[in-house]
């Protein structure tokens, strides 16, 4: 079993910078991947980043490719979201979330995928 807790949301202006991290509390930590996702008022949840249990290979969507950057540091238990020139459409709650590593394939922008979640953290981007 491991716990998720995410931090460092926040408001801040257009084009601006912030990093969320997400603590997990397993001493297996790096047998797991992880993603992080996001939920805006009225609209479903969507893929934002993974990155896999080994710290290589990190995906990003499209609407953040270039712009977030997702990141692990095993030895902290910890994965980093940085997010550079935030929009207003950034604005949402994001969460990360944790499976573990089976040797299979992981389809790793299926939020199904996942069975481990934190309770999400607040980005604002304002105009």
């Known amino acids: 079993q491991v716990q998720l807790v995410e931090s460092g949301g926040g408001s801040v202006q257009a084009g601006g910078s912030l990093r969320l991290s997400c603590a997990a509390s397993a001493r297996t930590f790096s047998t797991y991947h992880i993603g992080w996702f996001r939920q805006a008022p009225g609209k479903e949840r969507e893929f934002v980043a993974a990155?896999?249990?080994?710290?290589?290979?990190?995906e990003h969507a499209g609407p953040v490719k270039g712009r977030f950057t997702i990141s692990r540091d095993n030895a902290e238990n910890t994965v980093y979201l940085q997010m550079n020139s935030l929009k207003p459409e950034d604005t949402a709650i994001y969460y990360c979330?944790?499976?573990?590593?089976?040797?299979?394939?992981?389809?790793?922008?299926?939020?199904?995928?996942?069975?481990?979640w934190g309770q999400g953290t607040q980005v604002t981007v304002s105009s």
């Open positions: 979330a944790a499976v573990r590593n089976q040797g299979t394939r992981w389809l790793f922008s299926i939020a199904e995928e996942y069975n481990h």
């Open positions: 990155i896999r249990s080994s710290g290589y290979s990190p």
